[in-house]
Structures are given as structure tokens and as C-alpha cells.
């Protein structure tokens, strides 16, 4: 327990330990310490710390603090599985000209229609939780946040979706890729569909705008937070009237 008091006695400045170090080596002889001494060591010691530090530093080092825990505590409920699935859409002999930046959103616009959507909800039993609470045009405009559309190439476009069940993740990508290939065919647009690798096992998904929005919310947070204690700390006390 007295080197843990040691330990902590080292956070008050350098000055303070060289005037006062051989004192407190005395006290801690002639007294057995508890937790309580520690807790008021490591106090005093960041007290006079915060008192002796420019507002600006204290800021930034609770700034920094606070985003490095945000984005950790982002990591760590990070509890939502994305599949993706891969496809080839190629424009068909009649369209040479479309590229896939003019098809793709066509083609999602047929396959992922309102009411396509609020089957597969219905299929999948999505969004449980809120289908009470929400209106059905809510829990629909939720799925589609949950749909994800990337073109890898001039011909190559992933399809994921996103959810808190892997399993489920990855059942209803299925159908989402499906539906693609069923809208061309219905739309008979002339473009060729391909699936080349369907839905894959789900990956944690974190999304990188979900880190650096929580480390930028800390990081603000904890600079506001850091100075006004500087500034508190700084303040010169006021005469007793």
C-alpha cells in the first residue's frame, strides 16, 4: 500500500516532491495507508497540477482523453453484421452507351421498391422492436439505410445489408440480390446481371463516420470540459467580504 502511495505522489509537480519529498517519505513511515490516502493523493496531486497548467494544455489533454474513449467505446458496442454480395451489370447490345452509374440506380429503384421492402420486413420478422412505435414508412426508410450499394468497377456493383443478427444479415442480402436480378428481367432493359459471389458470412461492420463523429464529439467535449477547469483552477481566490 505505501509504494501505491508512492506511486500516486508522483503526480503532484516536480517542485512540490523536491521541497516536500523527504516529509512525506516520514509520514507514510510513522502511518498504514488505505485506499482513502491514495484516492486523496492522486487528488491533491491533480489539483495542484490543473492550478500550475496554462488552460490550453489542460484542454487539450481532456480533449484528447475523451476522444480516444469515445472511439474506443465505439469499437466496442460495434454489435451490427454486414454481407455483401458481388455482381456483374453489363448495359445489353441495345444500350452500349448506359454505363453502370445509369443502370444500377434503376434497377434498385425496381428491386428495392416500398413494397418489396415491407415483404421482406415481414419475412424476416426486421425491425421488431420498432414496428410498434414507427410507422410503416419509418421502419421501410430504415431498411433502406441498412442497404448498402457500392460500385467496385464499370461493371462490378456489391450489394450489402447490414443488421445486428449475422444470420439474418446475410438471409436477407440473398434476397436483396435476387430482387436485382428479378428486376432486370422485369424491366427488360438488356442489361446482363451476374451474380458472382453471392452474400458472404457477415462482418462486424463499423462505420468509419460512427468513429469519427464520436471521437470529434469527445474530442469537443473534453477540450470544453479541460479548459473550464484550467480556467476555474487558474482563478485567484476571492477576498472573504
Known amino acids: ?12 509537480p516536480a517542485a512540490w516532491r523536491d521541497r516536500y519529498g523527504a516529509e512525506f ?24 497540477r490543473f492550478r500550475h497548467t496554462h488552460p490550453a494544455v489542460t484542454g487539450a489533454v481532456f480533449g484528447i482523453i475523451c ?3 469515445a472511439a474506443a467505446t465505439t469499437f466496442t458496442v460495434a454489435n451490427r453484421f454486414a454481407s455483401t454480395g458481388t455482381m456483374t451489370v453489363r448495359p445489353g447490345a441495345a444500350s452500349a452507351t448506359s454505363r453502370l452509374e445509369d443502370v444500377m ?61 449475422a444470420r ?19 424491366e427488360r432493359s438488356g442489361s446482363v446481371v451476374q451474380v458472382i459471389d453471392p452474400p458472404d458470412e457477415p462482418q462486424v461492420s463499423v462505420s468509419p463516420r460512427r468513429v469519427v463523429g464520436a471521437g470529434l464529439a469527445g474530442l469537443g467535449g473534453g477540450t470544453l470540459i479541460g479548459t473550464l477547469i484550467g480556467l476555474l483552477r487558474r482563478r485567484p481566490p476571492q477576498p472573504a467580504s
Do not use: C
Open 1 to 12: 500500500m505505501r509504494r501505491l502511495l508512492r506511486l500516486a505522489a508522483h503526480v503532484y
Open 25 to 48: 517519505q516520514a509520514l507514510l513511515d510513522e502511518t498504514k495507508p488505505g485506499w482513502g490516502d491514495i484516492l486523496d493523493v492522486l487528488n491533491g496531486g491533480l489539483q495542484m
Open 67 to 69: 476522444a480516444v474513449g
Open 105 to 165: 440506380p434503376r434497377l434498385a429503384a425496381a428491386a428495392f421498391s416500398r413494397d418489396t421492402l415491407t415483404d421482406l420486413i415481414e419475412k424476416h420478422h426486421l425491425y421488431r422492436s420498432e414496428g410498434a412505435a414507427s410507422s410503416a414508412e419509418s421502419v421501410v426508410n430504415r431498411m433502406r439505410g441498412d442497404i448498402g450499394i457500392q460500385l467496385i468497377s464499370p461493371s462490378v456493383v456489391q450489394v450489402s445489408f447490414t443488421s445486428a443478427d
Open 168 to 186: 439474418q444479415a446475410q438471409q436477407v442480402a440473398r434476397d436483396l440480390v435476387s430482387e436485382i436480378v428479378r428486376a432486370n428481367l422485369s
